[in-house]
């Protein structure tokens, strides 16, 4: 009996494998068929869109309804969205998708990642989707190459939220927000000296580089030039501003001290446990949304000079090794995307900065700003945005720079020896690129 | 017990003295007929990837994971000197020893007590299922769960501490408790899976050495120590292995809780090596880094199998 039982068993085990592996192939299959092969069935050209989402809010709903709407109005070509996790992890499903030589056909990624994306050889230039659109030139530094490799369309940069029923009550401007560190400093302390609540919070886990940015660039130095192997983590002016992040907690008491993670910040904010964030613009629906008291938004606080931001967020790509009928409709779906209707629509539904000036323009959008002043800031910071961090090797690269701030914040290390071992270690990473110049 | 656990060899011979039953007389082409299947699935999703494995890590591999050469070595110089490495072999090591030691000594303490348990008393059966459940719930759920349980100011266990006057901590947002948490998920997750193993060890210990025990050890510290405990031994050993095995191998609440943050406090080998082929597409030092793991981890998987073919249960 034991014998037919345990062989019984055999077979029951392999039928489920093999039934779990047809399965598997089943979904191969359909992937292929939804992906990158125009599909035989009909004249309907499908294409597949990853998208990450960055920030707070329910993004993913909203990016999923603009996708249907487009699918409505355009016979002929069928989107499937794919709700690919955040940046980083999106990036990773793109470029294992290229690996097996089924890439999407668009994807929304961050706009630095064009260095590696290029280096893979996935994307291909977009100059005349870009020139026809009158988007912001802020939003199209760096061109990489003489081409431009991507559409802007989740473009964001770093604010400072701060809480105006705070302000009032202990006696400071709602109107406005902090203008320089001392005056941060200075408003932060007086918060929590009558209100008791937490003066301020930046964001140290996540994407550390890119809150760390505007100091750095208001002490007068961008982390890194333009052409994707040049860092610059041991300048004097990251020395500065990372000094003053140490200090926000432990020489003025106005932060917690440690690492606080870039998705738990805006809830404390809403929840009134601190008087200001450091942020990025996308957030700003969410956050308006949920907060119970009337938010302010502005300007980061200058360091030396004028005051500066970071820009961030992500672009359409469209990718290599998808048919030209599928190219083409490609970029039907990213000209449509980033039509001042949409791009208007989209920034108000989660903050993003309108990509174009049409969009600003946009009557609806133009309502809608009188309403809610805050989302103009975003646009009018652009003047004083410098780009993201951008090079060869992103993740490694960001991995290094996030490391090196996170143990000065642990209080592992000093600012000076953390920023030079940083540089020595991204100086390695980036020596293959720069003497291929690729 | 014993022969239901998943690892004893599922050949059975027909109970002595008796003849074979007919249809398994000259059945042997069948027998390795039926066996086709699994052997190929292990040759196509097993041993296949593994020599692949084996073989990239000697290659040199661009950015697209395509081979351009021969590397010999250089895969594995450069994992070494990858800046992170160190740290998350460091970060590992605490994680397993802490792991494993607690999760076999609490599940020894678990199968004692549950031993004593009737299983025909009411309460038993509910006792069973509250202790089994965290087992079951897979790891990805069970860590958002744990995202819950651990957030700041809302969660279920900063409100306990609250009521107990403490608090306000941020367990995930400094390196050494996230590590912490993750060695408490684990228990969490494992003593009680570990405690059925050696609850099935105790059991198969025959009634008559628990009887002279009785009588002749009353008080059963000496019994535990001479008499239970060396009879457990080989069981011990086996789950230790296996806990060694589960704790080099978590990745999933790492994925869903830190993604090995903060500061890399709980980038875990496996971690690492996600991030180094899909985060840093470093293609040739992940191949490296698979070989080794493959390596360590096929070495603790045969201990185990030699344990429990060789040693377990000499006693039956």
Redesign the interface.
């Known amino acids: 009996m034991k014998g037919v039982k345990s062989m019984l068993r055999v077979w029951a085990a392999a039928a489920a494998t093999g039934v779990g592996l047809l399965a598997l192939a089943g979904c191969g299959n359909a992937g292929v068929a939804s992906g990158s092969q125009p599909s035989s069935a009909s004249h309907t050209i499908t294409l597949t869109y990853d998208y990450p989402v960055g920030v707070s809010g329910p993004l993913a709903q909203i990016m999923n309804g603009m996708v249907a709407r487009f699918n409505q109005t355009h016979p002929g070509i069928h989107v499937n969205p794919v709700f690919s996790g955040n940046y980083v992890q999106t990036l990773a499903k793109v470029e294992t998708a290229i690996q097996s030589g089924t890439p999407p056909a668009v994807a929304v990624l961050n706009h630095t990642a064009v260095f590696d994306l290029l280096h893979l050889n996935a994307v291909q230039p977009l100059d005349s989707l870009v020139q026809s659109g009158d988007f912001y030139p802020a939003l199209l530094q760096p061109k990489v190459g003489g081409h431009y490799w991507s559409v802007p369309f989740q473009r964001s940069t770093v604010v400072l939220y701060y809480n105006k029923a705070l302000f009032a009550k202990a006696g400071l401007n709602p109107d406005q927000g902090p203008s320089t560190w001392q005056q941060l400093v200075q408003d932060a302390s007086l918060i929590q000296e009558k209100t008791g609540v937490t003066g301020i919070e930046i964001p140290s886990d996540g994407t550390v580089y890119w809150e760390f940015q505007p100091f750095a660039i208001e002490a007068g130095q961008n982390l890194a030039a333009n052409d994707g192997v040049t860092v610059h983590f041991n300048s004097q002016a990251a020395e500065t501003a990372l000094q003053f992040w140490v200090d926000l907690s432990h020489k003025y008491h106005v932060e917690p001290p440690g690492i606080l993670p870039w998705n738990t910040v805006p809830d404390d904010f809403e929840r009134g446990k601190t008087a200001m964030i450091v942020h990025s613009s996308g957030s700003l629906a969410s956050i308006v949304q949920n907060a119970s008291f009337p938010v302010g938004v502005s300007f980061m606080p200058q360091g030396v000079g004028q005051a500066r931001t970071n820009m961030g967020g992500g672009d359409f790509y469209i990718f290599r090794g998808i048919s030209p009928a599928q190219t083409q409709a490609a970029e039907t779906f990213v000209r449509w995307m980033t039509a001042p209707a949409q791009a208007a629509y989209w920034s108000m539904h989660t903050g993003y900065v309108p990509v174009t000036s049409q969009a600003l323009q946009d009557p609806q959008m133009q309502r809608f700003v009188q309403q809610h002043p805050q989302f103009l800031v975003a646009p009018e910071q652009l003047q004083y945005a410098e780009p993201e961090l951008s090079t060869y090797q992103l993740n490694q690269i960001y991995e290094i720079f996030d490391s090196a701030v996170q143990s000065v914040l642990d209080g592992q290390t000093d600012v000076k020896t953390a920023l030079n071992r940083a540089q020595q270690q991204a100086e390695a990473a980036l020596a293959p690129y720069r003497t291929t110049g690729q | 017990m014993v022969q239901e656990s998943p690892l004893t060899p ?3 011979p ?1 109970p002595r003295g008796l003849p074979a ?1 007919r249809w ?1 007389q000259g059945s042997t082409g069948l027998a390795y007929a ?2 086709a ?2 052997a190929a ?1 292990v040759l196509a999703f097993v041993a296949w990837p593994s020599l692949s494995t084996l073989i990239h890590s000697l290659l040199a591999l661009n ?3 395509e081979a351009t050469g021969f590397a010999g070595l250089a895969n594995y110089r450069a994992l070494f000197a990858q ?2 490495f160190g740290h998350v072999l460091a970060n590992t090591a605490w994680f397993t020893l802490a792991a494993s030691t607690l999760s076999v000594l609490v599940a020894l303490a678990l199968a004692f007590l549950l031993a004593r348990v009737r299983g025909d008393h009411p309460m038993a059966r509910g006792l069973l299922v509250a202790i089994f459940s965290p087992t079951i719930i897979p790891t990805i759920a069970a860590a958002n769960l744990w995202l819950y349980f651990l ?3 809302i969660g279920l266990v900063d409100r306990l501490l609250r009521w107990l006057g403490l608090g306000g901590e ?1 367990w ?4 050494h408790s996230a590590l912490a948490v993750m060695v408490a998920l684990y228990l969490w997750k494992y003593a009680p899976y570990y405690a059925l193993f050696l609850l099935a060890g105790m059991q198969a210990v025959p009634r008559n050495v628990l009887d002279a025990l009785r009588l002749d050890d009353p008080r059963g510290a000496l019994g535990f120590w001479r008499v239970l405990l060396p009879l457990l031994a080989p069981m011990l050993l086996f789950v230790t292995v296996l806990a060694l095995l589960n704790a080099v191998e978590t990745v999933d609440p790492i994925y869903v809780m830190t993604q090995g ?4 406090g709980t980038n875990l080998v496996m971690y690492y090596l996600y ?1 180094l082929g ?5 293609w040739g030092p992940a191949a490296a880094l698979s070989a080794l793991l493959m390596a360590v981890l096929s070495s603790l998987s045969a201990l185990a199998l030699i344990v429990l073919e060789r040693r377990a249960f000499h006693w039956q």
């Open positions: 599922q050949v059975h027909g039953p398994s039926a066996l299947l699994p699935l950015a697209r994971d800046p992170l957030a700041p100011q941020n995930l947002g400094q390196p943050g903060p500061n890399n991030q899909f985060e840093f597409f470093a």
